[in-house]
């Protein structure tokens, strides 16, 4: 095996390592939020320094891939995609880590029926969902699984456009808990967030496999 192989083989690798425990951090988070846990949410936080070291590592080893190795057709297309997917995965552990630190801040529990009324349940799932489907579309190099993300991303969106309006009402109805009642708004514009970058690494695994740049996957989702 030449050296480039061995190299992008463990880039890969890497990669993989990185979209698992950005995974494992979201879910951390949104359990977190969902229970109330603080000691699960303060977990989250403490490691987000591991996240930050790894994207700096894996920045650093695309960077030494192109100088190094100069790869060219499908090996350079990784590397770029990698690059990019590296970035992407730790803003979405930026925005789980947001997410933990509203934890730490509550105040009590948020009402059963204000996370009901805002579809917090559907949006962490699907959240959830999208990027394991992300990251079984990249381990698996399918770029079927990376087409079908985006159809999942048009149910957060939804939830977010609806979720104003949601939110007035419960504010009228819980004037007691404003605070964690705008955590929990913020919460769903996070997670609407995640789905938008997990839809960058759909973009990626597309680019790198097909060799077609493809953006605004939603108009492709049908």
């Known amino acids: 095996m030449k050296q480039l192989e061995k190299e992008l083989k463990i880039l890969r690798q890497n990669i993989i390592e990185m979209m698992l425990l950005v995974s494992n951090q979201l879910e951390k ?64 552990a930026d925005n789980a880590d947001g997410i933990a630190r509203y934890v730490v801040e509550m105040n009590g529990a948020i009402p059963p029926k204000a996370k009901e009324a805002i579809r917090f349940e559907e949006m962490k799932c699907t959240a ?18 990376a087409h079908g993300i985006p159809g999942k991303d048009l149910l957060l969106n939804d939830i977010n456009i609806q979720s104003a309006n949601a939110m007035v009402l419960l504010l009228k109805e819980y004037p007691q808990d404003v ?31 097909e060799a077609k740049v493809v953006k605004h996957l939603a108009h492709n989702a049908g």
């Open 29 to 92: 988070a949104c359990e977190a939020f969902d229970t109330g846990n603080k000691e699960l949410a303060m977990e989250v936080v403490a490691n987000e320094r591991r996240i930050n070291a790894y994207e700096l590592k894996l920045d650093a080893d695309c960077e030494n891939i192109l100088a190094l190795h100069n790869p060219v057709a499908a090996d350079l297309r990784f590397v770029m995609a990698g690059y990019n997917i590296i970035s992407t995965l730790e803003r979405i």
């Open 128 to 145: 959830l969902i999208m990027l394991d489907d992300a990251i079984d579309a990249f381990e698996e190099e399918s770029p079927a699984k």
């Open 179 to 209: 605070k964690n009642l705008l955590f929990l708004f913020s919460t769903i514009k996070k997670l609407e967030r995640i789905g938008d970058l997990t839809k960058n690494i759909a973009e990626e695994v597309i680019f790198f496999i």
